[in-house]
């Protein structure tokens, strides 16, 4: 069953990154049609219930998105700006697709997010 589970999130994290990048093409395209390039991120051969996998699927996922959204340091603002908010958008959506707490913690610590422990039940 975790094979099918792995296949479907393969297939979720591409469909990710394609659609905010089709958003963030779009919004700037003259033409009616666009063709957005996508990567897939292979991850079955990561342990994500450890930091070291997680980390090197948040580097994957990070340097797909960098190849899907453009150049992160254009000397031009607009399209550098464009591209990080791109580049982060498509991180985001594919980190949640995955659905994994150890990526998502992973993706938190290098965006400077403080990790926050909450009690939601306790024994009296």
């Given at each position: 069953?975790?094979?099918?589970?792995?296949?479907?999130?393969?297939?979720?994290?591409?469909?990710?990154?394609?659609?905010?990048a089709?958003?963030?093409?779009g919004?700037?395209?003259?033409?009616?049609?666009?063709?957005?390039?996508?990567?897939?991120?292979?991850?079955?051969?990561?342990?994500?219930?450890?930091q070291a996998g997680?980390?090197?699927?948040y580097k994957?996922?990070?340097n797909?998105a960098?190849q899907?959204?453009?150049?992160?340091?254009?000397?031009?603002?607009?399209?550098?700006?464009?591209?990080r908010?791109c580049?982060?958008?498509?991180a985001?959506?594919?980190?949640?697709a995955?659905?994994?707490?150890q990526?998502?913690?992973?993706?938190?610590?290098?965006?400077?997010?403080?990790?926050?422990?909450?009690?939601?039940?306790?024994?009296?």
């Open positions: 069953m975790k094979t099918i589970n792995y296949s479907k999130n393969i297939a979720l994290v591409t469909v990710a990154a394609l659609g905010v089709s958003l963030a093409i919004a700037h395209a003259d033409e009616a049609v666009v063709r957005v390039p996508t990567r897939t991120v292979h991850y079955s051969d990561l342990n994500l219930n450890t997680a980390e090197v699927l994957r996922i990070r797909a960098e899907v959204c453009g150049d992160v340091g254009s000397r031009q603002l607009e399209e550098a700006a464009a591209a908010a580049v982060d958008q498509a985001i959506a594919s980190i949640r995955v659905n994994n707490l990526l998502t913690n992973t993706y938190n610590s290098h965006v400077g997010v403080a990790q926050t422990t909450m009690s939601i039940a306790s024994v009296r």
